[in-house]
């Protein structure tokens, strides 16, 4: 019999480049959905308003859901971005913290998901990217 299971302990993000998403893919033995994922936006002085997301893609790389604050963080400064299954939308423009809800999506190997920023300048990092996951299983 199949159970869904919690997996307790946060997955922890490679950084990446500066101005690049990271980036998870669940490994091949069954499947997972995200439950909740962090990170920390530090926006470089270029123009653009930025808005923090969840990317989900299919095995082919194409956008399969996503999932965005309505809220901007402008030129130069630091946000913290936290979805979550069951969660509620919060925030405001430019606001230390914003985040949202995330779909109950189960995502397999190959499959993948990106915390990421619409309008994301090359300049733009991010960091403290960590995600809580819980497992499709079969009973031990």
């Known amino acids: 019999m199949w159970r869904w299971r919690y997996v307790g302990s946060p ?3 490679h950084t990446p ?6 980036k998870y893919v669940p490994s091949e033995r ?18 653009a308003d930025r808005f923090a997301r969840v ?14 604050s309505p809220f901007k963080r402008t030129a130069t400064g630091t946000q913290v971005a936290s979805f979550a299954l069951g969660g509620m939308q919060f925030g405001a ?13 189960w995502l397999s190997g190959a499959e993948s998901v990106q915390l990421t920023l619409l309008n994301i300048q090359a300049a733009d990092t991010i960091t403290h990217a ?5 497992e499709l299983g079969e009973d031990d």
């Not at 959905?33 to 920390?40: G, I, K, P, Y």
């Not at 960590?130 to 819980?134: D, K, Q, S």
């Open 11 to 13: 997955v922890p993000l």
């Open 130 to 134: 960590l995600l809580w996951v819980a």
């Open 93 to 105: 423009d430019n606001a230390a913290a914003v985040g949202g809800p995330l779909p109950e999506l």
């Open 55 to 68: 990317v989900y893609f299919d095995r082919q790389g194409r956008t399969v859901v996503i999932v965005q």
């Open 30 to 47: 069954g499947r997972e959905c995200v439950v909740a994922a962090t990170f920390t936006l530090t926006a470089a002085a270029a123009v």
């Open 17 to 22: 480049v500066a101005g690049q998403p990271a």
